[in-house]
């Protein structure tokens, strides 16, 4: 199901480039961001990946 949602995707995003362009830079300025909130809250980030805590 997610295969086929991701082909529509991919398939709308052909059709537009502009849309595809701005959407993913958006995505990536959005990633950015969350990854800093994470960083700053890093107790939080180690209760979701246990394998970072090396104690």
Known sequence: MHHICLAIVQRWSLRHKVWQRA???TALIHTNIIHNV??????????????????
Do not use: F, K, V
């Open 38 to 55: 994470e960083d700053a809250s890093a107790p939080h980030h180690r209760l979701w990946w246990p394998a970072d805590s090396s104690r």
């Open 23 to 25: 959407i993913y830079d």
